[in-house]
């Protein structure tokens, strides 16, 4: 049976096998209205009711069969949102399915959507919406059994006045006399829930691979062709490393800058924040990940978010794979360093015996969004690393890849399927001696356990090196004045550096004593870091800049924060100036004046993390 402590869905008793949706977009309102037909199955007996997840969404009727159905809305949980129970006409025996229908309109304050103003767009001509669905934000969109444990076909028509895209294959469309138009949609792979997602805006398109289109508004088109053109190399890849690819097209959608994720693997349609646009195509790594994620969350997907490493941690595995076959081992190295420095951080900022540190927290209770971190991502990496040395390296583990991926494909797993099956392949496959050194593994030091990982995997630091040679300079010119630093230090130093080694250098930087507002003034005028386009690299300056109360970088904090939604950028931009000398009030005011333009899931979390919410 199913288990789900984030969806109030009666899952143990039925299951959604498909859902088409026919809406309406009106960006005057700022509500989609229409119907949600879901074709449920029964996999119990007697089964009187069928419970569905939702979120302030206004439910005007129940039907099957044309047949009105009675329906109530529990008692609003405050994380989880609404449970709708439906009647049914009569009990249903294990196996029997039926058709319902039901009528609702989003509302204001569904967190699933954000309504775009044209000011706070590209173009500023034309409104904008899009769908931000992981973790448990579908039930604010459409009722449904709100789990990553239900996986379902679904079909779709939006009728709106701009193009609508959405997380599925297009099915043609038809205009109409009032100037708006009816997109069809179809996804015939089986998704989960928070993967159905809709974009509608002043859209166009542009071939960028035989499988795929880059979308985003006219202004932002030639950018984001020029900086996706080796999308298709990356798919070739993952197919070299695990299956064909199943989903068919695999398109981009570059979205406004409150786009609060650096991606998002909606099949068919990945999402992107513009920050990728760095001019010099060093970020689309993420492209990488999301890519990744065809196989690693939406072809075999977590149970419920408490396993949620199960996505991102293989994903994540399988994207270093993918960089290392396109860029060399090196780089794969280098990434991976990075990221257990981001792994600290997180761990760091909850706590190191904080529970949601743990590979497998318990989510009873808790919103997933307050769990979201580097953790699953990193501590599960390193995890798939280490039983990847340890198991006799990628001649091993790669073709187990493989068969994990033929083995669940198409469905929600939880640790132990996974685990068992990892036994059973390496048994099968190459017996006692395989099963022996499995059983030397600390699992539960790895996934019950909070902090950082037990084992630390030793990553090649060859393109590390630089950046800890030249950390160590200015290290020792802590005592210089400014024409001694402008005597040993010149913008050749960082001239050769690739984006990620600028990054980690910042890093480096950031871990030891503040520098001086002298030393960080020269650093400015000789590597030009407040003017860089880069935004990791913008992101890593301002951080180092306000660990040391650098007044001179504030206004470009609030300007930075207030233009970037993505959360790994705002968040710890907001942060790291609350904590600042003076920059409490700054950092509060920065984000109440532009609250509007931050998504709500990041809204959310924003105000938390400056005291104004609990």
């Known amino acids: 049976m199913p288990f789900d402590p984030t969806s109030q869905s009666n899952l143990g008793e039925a299951k959604t096998n498909h859902i088409h949706l026919a809406l309406a977009v009106d960006f005057a309102a700022k509500t989609l209205t229409g119907t949600a037909t879901l074709e449920v199955e029964a996999i119990a007996d007697d089964v009187a009711k069928v419970v569905l997840d939702t979120s302030y969404i206004d439910v005007r009727s129940a039907s099957a069969n044309s047949q009105k159905l009675n329906f109530s809305l529990g008692e609003r949980h405050p994380k989880y949102g609404s449970a709708l129970a439906i009647d049914l006409p009569a009990p249903l025996t294990k196996g029997q399915q039926i058709k319902i229908a039901i009528e609702y309109a989003t509302t204001q304050d569904c967190t699933a959507c954000q309504w775009l103003d044209p000011s706070q767009t590209v173009g500023k001509k034309h409104p904008y919406l899009f769908t931000q669905c992981q973790a448990i934000h579908a039930r604010s969109l459409l009722p449904c059994q709100d789990s990553p444990s239900i996986k379902l076909t679904y079909s779709a028509d939006i009728t709106a006045p701009l193009r609508a895209l959405m997380s599925a294959v297009p099915k043609g469309e038809e205009k109409h006399g009032n100037g708006t138009t009816t997109f069809k949609f179809e996804q015939q792979q089986r998704i989960p829930s928070y993967l159905i997602a809709l974009a509608v805006g002043n859209l166009e398109g542009r071939d960028i691979g035989p499988r795929s289109t880059v979308w985003t508004e006219p202004e932002a088109m030639e950018a984001a062709a020029w900086e996706f053109v080796d999308t298709e190399n990356f798919i070739r890849a993952g197919e070299e490393l695990l299956t064909p690819y199943e989903w068919g097209r695999y398109d981009l959608l570059v979205l406004p800058a409150s786009f609060p994720y650096g991606g998002m693997e909606n099949p068919c349609l990945t999402f992107v924040t513009p920050s990728l646009l760095a001019g010099d195509r060093s970020l689309v790594d993420v492209v990488a990940h999301e890519i990744a994620h065809s196989w690693m969350?939406?072809?075999?997907?977590?149970?419920?978010?408490?396993?949620?490493?199960?996505?991102?941690?293989?994903?994540?595995?399988?994207?270093?794979?993918?960089?290392?076959?396109?860029?060399?081992?090196?780089?794969?190295?280098?990434?991976?360093?990075?990221?257990?420095?981001?792994?600290?951080?997180?761990?760091?900022?909850?706590?190191?015996?904080?529970?949601?540190?743990?590979?497998?927290?318990?989510?009873?209770?808790?919103?997933?969004?307050?769990?979201?971190?580097?953790?699953?991502?990193?501590?599960?990496?390193?995890?798939?690393?280490?039983?990847?040395?340890?198991?006799?390296?990628?001649e091993v583990f790669e073709p187990y890849l493989r068969a994990h991926v033929r083995k669940f494909a198409g469905r929600s797993i939880n640790t132990n399927d996974w685990k068992e099956f990892l036994y059973a392949y390496m048994n099968d496959t190459f017996g006692q001696e395989k099963v022996d050194l499995l059983n030397k593994v600390n699992w539960d030091e790895w996934l019950a356990q909070t902090g950082m990982p037990p084992v630390d995997n030793n990553f090649d630091d060859t393109l590390a090196k630089a950046c800890s040679h030249l950390c160590n300079r200015w290290e020792a010119a802590r005592e210089k004045d400014s024409s001694d630093l402008q005597q040993l230090f010149s913008s050749e130093d960082v001239a050769g550096f690739s984006s990620t080694q600028s990054v980690v250098f910042l890093e480096l930087m950031a871990e030891r004593k503040p520098l001086s507002h002298e030393h960080l003034d020269i650093m400015d005028q000789l590597y030009q870091w407040t003017t860089v386009r880069n935004a990791e690299i913008r992101l890593k300056w301002h951080l180092l800049c306000l660990k040391a109360n650098y007044e001179k970088i504030y206004p470009e904090v609030t300007a930075f924060a207030s233009s970037m939604g993505r959360m790994k950028m705002a968040r710890p931009l907001l942060r790291s100036l609350y904590k600042a000398e003076n920059g409490a009030e700054l950092a509060r005011e920065t984000f109440l004046q532009h609250k509007s333009f931050y998504h709500p899931i990041a809204a959310t979390m924003i105000a938390k993390d400056l005291g104004l919410a609990k």
């Open 297 to 394: 969350g939406n072809l075999v997907t977590t149970e419920n978010w408490e396993h949620f490493w199960l996505n991102e941690g293989f994903t994540v595995f399988v994207e270093r794979k993918i960089v290392g076959r396109m860029k060399g081992r090196d780089h794969s190295e280098f990434s991976a360093i990075l990221g257990y420095k981001a792994l600290h951080e997180s761990v760091d900022h909850y706590g190191k015996e904080h529970p949601f540190t743990v590979l497998c927290p318990k989510l009873t209770g808790e919103d997933p969004d307050d769990a979201f971190s580097r953790v699953p991502y990193e501590k599960g990496f390193n995890f798939l690393y280490y039983l990847e040395k340890h198991l006799g390296g990628p």
